[in-house]
């Protein structure tokens, strides 16, 4: 007998430049819902990590994964990820992010995540950035805060849609007996 039940989806993926500037968020809907994220919460629980990043660096080396940075509460938990030039990606899982048909009552739902269901994750987030850094005609200093040319956001339709594509595709595995 199938039963269905939720399973985690990413809620949301951040890239947040070396001065703590927001540079790209990307919002993924949970399966079922109606309205949209709010991107502005978001964006609120996306800066509630910085003091973390900064707490932590001391006993991290850079261009390595943070691992869990906080739940926020019992359905969305925040990962993060830091580069060697201090940028820094976030990613939001949401544990009850799609639905999924489970074939054994014994194992009913994922109720955790481990820092390696992301790790993946984040390299291909990496990778989409460097690749960024690669087109001359990007400036990552034109994103910096207090520049007046340009946006302080990334703009790069190449880069949105593999972020995309990186968020929507995500699952984290699951093991079964």
């Not at 509630?48 to 001391?58: G, I, K, S």
């Not at 991290?60 to 990606?89: C, P, S």
Request: charged share 20%.
């Amino acid at each position: 007998m199938a039963t269905t039940n939720r399973s985690p989806a990413i809620a949301c993926i951040g890239v947040i430049g070396r001065h703590n500037n927001p540079l790209h968020i990307s919002l993924f809907a949970a399966e079922g819902d109606s309205e949209p994220r709010d991107k502005l919460e978001f964006s609120f629980m996306l800066s509630t990590c910085l003091d973390l990043f900064e707490a932590r660096m001391p006993s991290k080396t850079v261009g390595q994964d943070f691992g869990l940075l906080q739940a926020i509460d019992e359905r969305l938990a925040m990962y993060g990820w830091l580069t060697n030039t201090g940028v820094k990606f976030v990613i939001i899982v949401d544990m009850e992010g799609r639905s999924s048909n489970l074939q054994d009552n014994k194992n009913p739902a994922v109720l955790g995540l481990k820092n390696s269901d992301l790790t993946s994750t984040f390299q291909a987030i990496q990778i989409a950035y460097i690749r960024l850094l690669r087109n001359p005609f990007y400036t990552p200093d034109d994103h910096a805060p207090g520049k007046s040319s340009g946006s302080t956001q990334i703009t790069s339709r190449r880069f949105v849609q593999e972020i995309d594509r990186i968020g929507n595709a995500w699952a984290p595995v699951i093991a079964t007996r």
